[in-house]
Structure formats: C-alpha cells, structure tokens
C-alpha cells in the first residue's frame, strides 16, 4: 500500500469523528456535565494524536488546515477561565449536591444505623467491663471524670472560642476527609471510622453516666452533635462509593469508575465542609457555655439540623414558583 492510498483510508476511517467535533459548537461543550466533558477530554486527545498523523501523512493539505483550526477551537473551549461562576455555584447547591445525596441515602441511612449500634455496643462494653475505658479515654479524662468534671470545661480556659473553634473545625474535616479517603480500601475504611466514633461516643456516655456527669456531656454535645454526626455519615458514604466504584465498576476500567465517581461525589465534601463551619462555631461558643439550658441546645442542635435537611434536598435554593392570576 502507498502513501496516498493509506492516507485516504486513514481519512476515510476519520471523518465521522471529525464530523462530531465539527457538528459540536464550542459554547455546546460549556453546558455538559461531568462525564460527556470527560469524553469530550479524551476526544480532545484523539484529535491531538490526529493532527500529528496527518501532518505526517498529509504535510500542507486542506485536510491538515481544518484538523489544525478544528484543533485550536477545541483547545480553546477546554482551556478558558471559568464563567457565570455565581449561576455555577447556585446550581452545584440546589441541584448537584441534592442529587448526589438523594443516590447516597441508602448508603447513609445504613451507616447512621451502625453508629448508634456502635454507641449501643459501647455503652454496653464500658457498663459491664468499666476497666476498658483507658482503651478510649487518656487519663487525664478519666482522671477528670472521676472527679466529678468533664474534659469540655477547660476548653476556654486554655484559649479564647474563636481558637478553640478554628481547632474544633479543622479536627471536625480532618475527621470526614478521611473519611471520605478510607473508602479507597473498598469501603470497609468508611464502616470502620463510622463505627470506631461511635463505640468511643457510646463508651463516653456510659462512663459519665458511672459518676452521675452525663448529663453534662449531653449539654454539651446537643447543641452540635447531630449535624456533626450526620456530616461523618454522609462523608463515609461517599467514601463507601468510592470502594463501590472498584468493586463494581461503571467504566471499562476499574481506574476510570474510580476517577468518575470520585469526581462526582468530591462535591458532597463542599456541603460537608460548609456544614462543619456551623458545627465549629456553635461547638466554640455555644456548647462550652454554662449559662444556656438544655432546652436552648436542643432547639439549636435540631434547628441546625433541619436546616442540614433544608440544604442537603436544594430547598434552600430553590426558586419560589410565583402564583399565576387566573
């Protein structure tokens, strides 16, 4: 086969990708969501390996010119800065982050149910064998407790609430984002975070209680605990989604799914983080306060947690259908 004859049946076997790409306008590619631009990405690349073939094959043709300018409106359209970047957000919270929530529910209502079993079989360990405490708590807690005194009323003796809830925030993300990373372990990292927090939250309980002082502990975790909670819940499901996308995955290679479903469910961290900022001022301010009673920090913890629900579902956001004149 000579050079004109493979060129021509190179062409040949081209031309309906290239006519996609013309049949595609660049503002088109602006409004795709996350796997067809991840496709449109690899087609990017096609093209690119195209246009080093033809200028091989076909040095100064037309062919080559249009690839070339078909090359540079590509680049062009993938490589700009970001637009329309309110309308962007707005739609990331009212319709991203609900959906990806809504496809996790099973997976965090499955490990809400194995916290509180966790806080049960903790509660149980430390109120029949109180000895393993130390297998939970430093001594310097124990010691405390011991002694009628939880380990939450020094907090702001030792720093004023503004550092104490830049500590309490960055310790609360920390917390999700590995979370969130465990899950690479198939999965089973999420479970084992989401059931190691709560048999130390049960254990905890079940030791105050010993000395009368968990009563205490329960005015001070209300006022943030359940968003708190919630949040280490849904950062593990969307780790469990991640071992998900390894165990069955979605795209021809077990890379790839892990790639797609990473890149989907990173976004639920955006919520999360912005969640934990409310959890790290009210856990500051709030819950070290010894003058608000536990009828005050319930109304709080469950007011920011129907407000978690209000966001989570994109009813925050969403735009009120204004009453048509009949």
């Given at each position: 086969m000579n050079a004109d004859t493979e060129a021509s049946a190179w062409m040949k076997s081209r031309s309906g990708i290239w006519g996609e790409w013309l049949a595609q306008s660049p503002s088109g590619a602006r409004r795709l969501d996350v796997e067809a631009a991840?496709?449109?990405?690899?087609?990017?690349?096609?093209?690119?390996?195209?246009?080093?073939?033809?200028?091989?094959?076909?040095?100064?043709?037309?062919?080559?010119?249009?690839?070339?300018?078909?090359?540079?409106?590509?680049?062009?359209?993938?490589?700009?800065?970001?637009?329309?970047?309110?309308?962007?957000?707005?739609?990331?919270?009212?319709?991203?982050?609900?959906?990806?929530?809504?496809?996790?529910?099973?997976?965090?209502?499955?490990?809400?149910?194995?916290?509180?079993?966790?806080?049960?079989?903790?509660?149980?360990?430390?109120?029949?064998?109180?000895?393993l405490i130390t297998l939970v708590a430093s001594d310097k807690m124990i010691d405390g407790v011991e002694h009628g005194r939880l380990w939450t009323e020094s907090m702001l003796n030792v720093a004023p609430a503004s550092i104490v809830s830049v500590r309490i925030l960055s310790n609360n993300i920390v917390v999700s984002l590995f979370a969130f990373c465990a899950g690479i372990f198939f999965g089973l990292g999420a479970f084992?975070?989401?059931?190691?927090?709560?048999?130390?939250?049960?254990?905890?309980?079940?030791?105050?209680?010993?000395?009368?002082?968990?009563?205490?502990?329960?005015?001070?975790?209300?006022?943030?605990?359940?968003?708190?909670?919630?949040?280490?819940?849904?950062?593990?499901?969307?780790g469990t989604a991640l071992g998900e996308s390894l165990i069955r995955p979605s795209a021809p290679t077990r890379r790839e799914s892990?790639?797609?479903?990473?890149?989907?469910?990173?976004?639920?961290?955006?919520?999360?983080?912005?969640?934990?900022?409310?959890c790290g001022l009210i856990e500051g301010f709030i819950s070290p306060s010894a003058t608000l009673s536990l009828a005050t920090r319930a109304i709080i913890g469950f007011g920011y947690w129907g407000l978690m629900l209000l966001f989570l579902s994109g009813r925050l956001f969403r735009r009120r259908s204004r009453p048509q004149l009949g």
């Open positions: 991840q496709r449109y990405i690899e087609r990017y690349r096609a093209l690119a390996r195209d246009l080093a073939t033809a200028r091989r094959l076909l040095p100064g043709s037309r062919a080559t010119a249009a690839l070339e300018a078909l090359y540079v409106g590509a680049h062009a359209s993938i490589d700009r800065s970001a637009r329309n970047t309110a309308s962007t957000l707005l739609r990331l919270l009212r319709d991203d982050i609900p959906a990806i929530v809504g496809s996790l529910r099973p997976t965090i209502l499955w490990l809400a149910l194995l916290l509180f079993a966790s806080a049960g079989a903790g509660w149980w360990l430390i109120s029949t064998y109180p000895d084992y975070i989401t059931a190691i927090n709560g048999l130390m939250l049960g254990a905890m309980f079940a030791f105050t209680h010993q000395f009368g002082i968990d009563g205490e502990l329960l005015k001070f975790v209300l006022a943030h605990g359940p968003v708190e909670l919630s949040v280490m819940c849904i950062a593990g499901a969307a892990f790639q797609r479903e990473a890149s989907r469910v990173a976004r639920v961290l955006l919520a999360c983080a912005l969640l934990l900022i409310g």
